[in-house]
C-alpha cells in the first residue's frame, strides 16, 4: 500500500501543509519542509509556481509571483526534492 493510502486508511485528522517551492525566499523550502514534519505534518504538499495560477486563490497567487521573482526554477525544486530530502 502506498503511503497515501496508508494515511487515509484510518478515520482520523490529518494536517496537511502546502508549501509554495521558492517563497518566501528561493532558499527557504527545505527548511519549511523540515519543520513541517518536526511540526506533525501528515502529509506535504510542495507547490511548483508558475506564472498563470488562475485555478489558485489570491494568497498561493501571491507565494508564486514571489517565488518566480526569487528566480526559483523547477530544476531545482526537483533537485531539492530528491537529493536534499533523503
Not at 42 to 66: K, T
Amino acid at each position: 500500500m502506498n503511503r497515501i493510502k496508508e494515511l487515509f486508511a484510518t478515520d482520523s485528522k490529518k494536517l496537511i501543509v502546502f508549501i509554495t517551492a521558492g517563497f518566501p525566499n528561493k532558499d527557504s523550502t527545505k527548511d519549511l519542509v523540515l519543520e513541517a514534519i518536526k511540526g506533525g505534518a501528515d502529509m506535504i504538499e510542495i507547490g511548483i509556481p508558475f506564472s498563470d495560477p488562475q485555478a489558485d486563490g489570491p494568497v498561493i497567487q501571491e507565494a508564486n509571483e514571489i517565488a518566480l521573482n526569487n528566480g526559483i526554477t523547477l530544476l531545482e525544486i526537483l533537485y531539492i526534492i530528491i537529493k536534499q530530502m533523503k
